[in-house]
């Protein structure tokens, strides 16, 4: 390989590392942010659940399981379930799992771009 075309190389990579840093720089407060936010949307759904009447329905459900296939107990389940903040919660459930996602790719790239950025630099020397 030619100094011109290694050189092109090289830089191509640290053009990649850069771009991969710059959303790692969004990606990882976007996490902590979204982490944050579903600790919060968890303690609501907590208190909405112990106010409403669907924790004891659902304990009941467990004790008698006869009476949730006699009747049509689980339609008057769901009726009682707060439907906004659930939905909350696994809106915030997605996000954070997506984001671990992203971030988790971000880091594998950034350090196979950095492996190959010190393959350079180690044939170059050579």
């Known amino acids: 390989m030619d100094l ?11 053009r990649q590392a850069k771009a991969i840093r710059a959303h790692l720089g969004i990606l990882v407060p976007g996490l902590f942010i979204a982490v944050i936010m ?14 409403s009447s669907f924790g004891p329905m659902f304990n009941v459900a467990f004790r008698n ?5 006699r009747h049509s107990y689980v339609n008057s389940m769901l009726s009682v379930i707060p439907s906004l903040e659930f939905s909350f919660f696994l809106f915030s459930l997605a996000l954070v799992l997506l984001l671990i996602r992203w971030t988790t790719q971000n880091f594998e790239a950034y350090r196979s771009v950095q492996k190959e950025i010190q393959n350079t630099q180690h044939h170059e020397h050579n």
Request: hydrophobic content about 60%; glycine content about 6%; cysteine-free.
């Open 4 to 14: 011109f075309t290694r050189i092109m190389r090289r830089l191509g990579l640290e």
């Open 38 to 51: 579903g600790f919060w949307v968890v303690r609501i759904l907590y208190v909405v659940l112990r106010l």
């Open 65 to 69: 399981p006869e009476l949730v296939v």
